[in-house]
């Protein structure tokens, strides 16, 4: 007789069995965790700067500098990573936090029942490598910063890549966002002061963003700090990364931000340009749009929004505006 389920694997009707159960929907909650998505393309040297696409840079303070950058270094099995390098070295005073961070929208953890008596356990992993050795620290936060957990990892040798896997409980209490907001938000410290660092591996009432003890990477000049293979997940135990085709990765990003060239403007009869775009896909919240016409269209006059946030009406203050051929725009709907 064959059987419709055995142990951890399915048993088929020619008696074959998958060792593992195929995995089901969204497994990895972080959107390009392979860094593979770059729409800016750039080399980020400013506070808040999103490099590669998802992820985000804070550096609060104005001592010392940097550059974050999308890098074609990476482990076996991936092409790309973030890469962090201090230019001008400091060490954070007591209130600094500078780190790199991805909030993961509320709709796609809602499943992990946090906040309840119900809360599911995630783990963390990810492959990092950096020019200097020691512990290192990150946080897992709530949307309003007020539960945290953070935690350490080490580095054990220079210049070599390493996977790390933190698993964490689930938060019973707390509240977490099931909708368009920030559900989780997931960060690694790369200069965090003391008032942001908190004791690894427990929950804490507190708006903390790395462990205590953790490295200052940018008390060293030219120090380098590599990302990629980022993936949390339900459960307990770390599978394999999940692997997302291009055209469907670069779709989800395009819903936290998408830049585009489209057709022609128009003008009104008062001689201001008039100019509309479809988004690629609809927009997490209310964009921030703006546009530049292939001639002088001055600023931004007026911006109308489709009913699904899926595109959008302009018109320009200039009365000097040209219809043109075409205009370019960029929306922004980050988190």
Not at 166 to 190: C, E, F, K, P, S
Not at 276 to 302: D, M
Request: aromatic share 12%; with cysteine.
């Amino acid at each position: 007789m064959t059987t419709a389920y055995s142990g951890d694997g399915i048993t088929f009707p020619d008696n074959t069995v998958q060792a593992t159960a195929p995995r089901v929907g969204m497994v990895n909650r972080i959107i390009n965790g392979d860094m593979r998505i770059d729409q800016r393309g750039v080399v980020a040297s400013t506070h808040t700067s999103y490099v590669p696409d998802r992820f985000r840079i804070i550096k609060d303070t104005s001592d010392g500098t940097f550059t974050m950058q999308q890098s074609s270094v990476a482990p076996a099995g991936f092409t790309n990573s973030a890469l962090f390098t201090v230019g001008t070295a400091y060490t954070p005073t007591v209130s600094a936090n500078n780190f790199y961070r991805q909030g993961v929208e509320g709709f796609n953890i809602a499943d992990l029942n946090w906040g309840s008596a119900n809360a599911a356990p995630i783990t963390l992993s990810f492959w990092v490598r950096a020019s200097v050795t020691g512990l290192f620290g990150g946080a897992l936060r709530n949307g309003d910063s007020t539960r945290s957990y953070p935690f350490s990892y080490t580095i054990a040798v220079a210049n070599t890549w390493e996977q790390k896997i933190i698993t964490v409980v689930g938060d019973t209490t707390g509240n977490w966002l099931t909708t368009t907001g920030v559900g989780i938000d997931v960060g690694w410290g790369l200069s965090v002061g003391s008032s942001f660092s908190g004791t690894a591996g427990a929950w804490a009432a507190g708006n903390y963003i790395s462990a205590t003890g953790a490295t200052y990477i940018t008390s060293t000049a030219g120090a380098t700090f590599y990302i990629t293979g980022v993936q949390l997940e339900k459960g307990s135990t770390a599978t394999d990364f999940e692997y997302v085709d291009y055209s469907r990765q670069l779709q989800q990003c395009q819903r936290y931000y998408e830049t585009s060239i489209t057709g022609a403007g128009s003008r009104n009869s008062d001689n201001y340009g008039i100019y509309a775009g479809v988004f690629k896909t609809t927009k997490r919240a209310n964009p921030s749009v703006s546009y530049v016409a292939s001639g002088a269209q001055g600023g931004l006059g007026g911006f109308y929004l489709g009913p699904n946030l899926d595109g959008f009406v302009a018109y320009s203050t200039s009365t000097n505006a040209s219809s043109g051929n075409y205009f370019t725009y960029t929306a922004t709907s980050e988190l």
